[in-house]
């Protein structure tokens, strides 16, 4: 069992940056992939980013590439993502998930575990 934690939403004019942050903690943490997914109003949830659970695989979405950065810290059992040149359709509801033997990283329904969720907005 797994409990996760967003932290480090809010409110960002375009061309802007934010961190959010996913606490995890529970039972084996590190042999989870955590991923980023997120919810804008009237759409349906899109993956955003993965993390393996040794760090060393990274997958992002194509709308994200060159902007968004993932990253583990397995000393405080966080997850972390680095948003730049934030866009009005980055705006949205971030949750962080955890998945075991996941796959191809982006597909919510290869996790498990899921945060509350974290909103972001981009508007000027």
């Known amino acids: 069992q797994l409990q996760l934690v967003e932290s480090g939403g809010g409110l960002v004019q375009p061309g802007g940056s934010l961190r959010l942050s996913c606490a995890v903690s529970g039972t084996m943490v590190e042999v989870y992939t955590i991923g980023w997914f997120r919810q804008a109003p009237g759409k349906e949830r899109e993956g955003v980013s993965c993390?393996?659970?040794?760090?060393?695989?990274?997958t992002y979405a194509n709308s994200v590439k060159g902007r968004f950065t993932i990253s583990r810290d397995h000393a405080d059992m966080s997850v972390h993502l680095q948003m730049n040149s934030l866009k009005s359709e980055d705006t949205g509801v971030y949750f962080c998930?955890?998945?075991?033997?996941?796959?191809?990283?982006?597909?919510?329904?290869?996790?498990?575990?899921w945060g509350q969720g974290a909103q972001v907005t981009v508007s000027s």
């Open positions: 998930a955890a998945g075991w033997n996941v796959a191809t990283g982006l597909d919510a329904s290869e996790y498990v575990y």
């Open positions: 993390i393996g659970n040794v760090g060393d695989y990274t």
